[in-house]
């Protein structure tokens, strides 16, 4: 579906040696700026330039319900998605907050949220909803295999449309109401745990609400007989709208080399599948922040993800993200900033 080669494979080893030569002979220690360097070899490599840069930084919050959120997963009725939508396109969220701060271009996706959004003339606002949110998987699949993949090409277009205008860093955030549940259901099938090692407090629930979503999810994950060999019928059975464009989303963006950040544990949940489906797609990723959320950490470590932050945040939208964005800009400004040794005349430690 998404052709993504690893991005060594694309240069020569001469030129990945250059890049780690470059980071080395800087006025430091070798190691010395931590994740940093890493972040800077990536997006050099990413580039194929020694002199990386970011050129229209975005972030793009994809928005749907969950039919789950009948069950009783949430602090909040169903409604809030729909409100914090407006909430976004009237610059009023912490994703507003932080784009504005960093001058991130921000966009919001409607891709399967209960409220019609037909009048909004927005231009950060792109109206593509699949069906105004997904079944009760607890009933029934969450999605049809058509309304799944339909979501996967509408993700991988939108990411396509910025590409096309010359953004070359993107971010991905979400917002829907049950949401926690639909991506720990998404982490359980496709790690072999139960519902209890996957869910989360979410939006801030107690801890008999987190039983009732455990036990959603091992309810579909039995149904369904879910597990890792087919990520596409676990995104069907479980996952939501705004997950499954995400999917589509990062595969689109990693396929035409773009540095893909990663936020929170629903981020992290589509990040996961589209690890499943194509085995290069990590190379091309950078995961900001390692949420609140119980499962995250087992996530992120099943990934081999070394997060940029864990400073306590697990509130979606792509907030981390834009949070962790300057500390990307500092990676490539020490690299393409910082004197060497030799420039510097300083001795170096051979």
Do not use: W
């Amino acid at each position: 579906m998404f052709d993504i080669i690893s991005p060594v494979d694309k240069v020569t080893s001469a030129f990945i040696s250059s890049i780690q030569d470059k980071i080395d002979m800087k006025t430091k220690p070798q190691g010395s700026l931590g994740l940093l360097e890493t972040v800077a070899f990536k997006v050099a490599l990413l580039q194929q330039s020694l002199m990386p840069k970011f050129v229209k930084p975005c972030v793009i919050v994809f928005a749907a319900d969950h039919g789950v959120a009948d069950q009783g997963v949430s602090l909040f009725p169903q409604v809030v998605t729909e409100q914090m939508v407006l909430n976004f396109l009237n610059n009023g969220a912490a994703i507003n907050c932080f784009s504005n701060q960093h001058n991130i271009e921000l966009k919001i996706v409607n891709a399967g949220v209960k409220a019609n959004f037909d009048n909004i003339t927005n231009a950060n606002f792109i109206n593509l909803p699949i069906a105004a949110g997904t079944h009760n998987f607890v009933e029934q699949a969450a999605m049809s295999k058509e309304q799944c993949i339909a979501a996967i090409n509408k993700g991988a277009e939108v990411v396509k449309a910025q590409f096309d205008q010359g953004c070359n860093v993107i971010g991905f955030g979400e917002m829907g109401i049950a949401n926690t549940t639909s991506a720990a259901a998404i982490m359980s099938a496709l790690l072999g745990l139960t519902g209890q090692e996957s869910a989360g407090k979410g939006s801030g629930v107690d801890d008999a609400t987190v039983l009732i979503k455990a036990k959603a999810i091992d309810t579909a994950i039995a149904k369904y007989k879910l597990d890792a060999s087919d990520p596409l019928i676990v995104l069907q059975s479980v996952g939501g709208f705004e997950i499954a464009m995400m999917v589509g989303g990062m595969l689109k963006a990693a396929e035409l080399s773009m540095l893909v950040l990663i936020d929170g544990f629903i981020a992290s949940s589509a990040a996961l599948v589209a690890s499943e489906m194509n085995e290069n797609f990590l190379h091309y990723t950078q995961f900001c922040h390692q949420s609140e959320e119980q499962a995250h950490k087992r996530l992120l470590a099943k990934m081999e993800a070394k997060p940029l932050l864990s400073i306590g945040m697990r509130l979606g939208e792509g907030s981390g993200v834009t949070v962790a964005y300057p500390l990307l800009v500092s990676a490539l400004t020490f690299l393409n900033e910082m004197a060497s040794f030799a420039d510097a005349g300083v001795s170096d430690s051979h």
